[in-house]
């Protein structure tokens, strides 16, 4: 069983910053990835930032330059630093971790989600 469990989000003024923070537990496979999604009223969930055990970064060209995701090491425990914050940016946003096994395919885990609302 895998827990994924999320933290912060609120409310901001546009122009302002806010951190997320998630932590995963459980039967983790050592090699994954851990990330955040967002999904706005009326639109499709989408990719913020992901980043993998080893490192490797990717990020959506709407944060790249403001949005910084890092993790602790081999912990499972990713932050989201949102800086320069927009309306645009408001948003449910949901932590996620996963992971490929050759013979059993995709483990895929999800928070509960956490709203970000930002005033103009």
């Known amino acids: 069983q895998v827990q994924v469990v999320e933290s912060g989000g609120g409310l901001v003024q546009a122009g302002g910053s806010l951190r997320l923070s998630c932590a995963a537990s459980?039967?983790?496979?050592?090699?994954?990835?851990m990330g955040w999604y967002r999904q706005a009223p009326g639109k499709e969930r989408e990719l913020v930032a992901g980043?993998?055990?080893?490192?490797?970064?990717n990020y959506a060209d709407s944060v790249k330059g403001r949005f910084i995701i890092s993790r602790a090491g081999a912990k499972n425990t990713v932050d989201l630093e949102m800086n320069s914050l927009t309306p645009e940016d408001t948003a449910i946003y949901y932590c996620?971790?996963?992971?490929?096994?050759?013979?059993?395919?995709?483990?895929?885990?999800w928070g509960q989600g956490t709203q970000v609302t930002v005033s103009s």
């Open positions: 459980g039967s983790i496979f050592a090699s994954n990835t």
């Open positions: 996620n971790v996963h992971w490929i096994r050759t013979w059993s395919g995709l483990y895929d885990y």
């Open positions: 980043i993998s055990s080893s490192g490797s970064t």
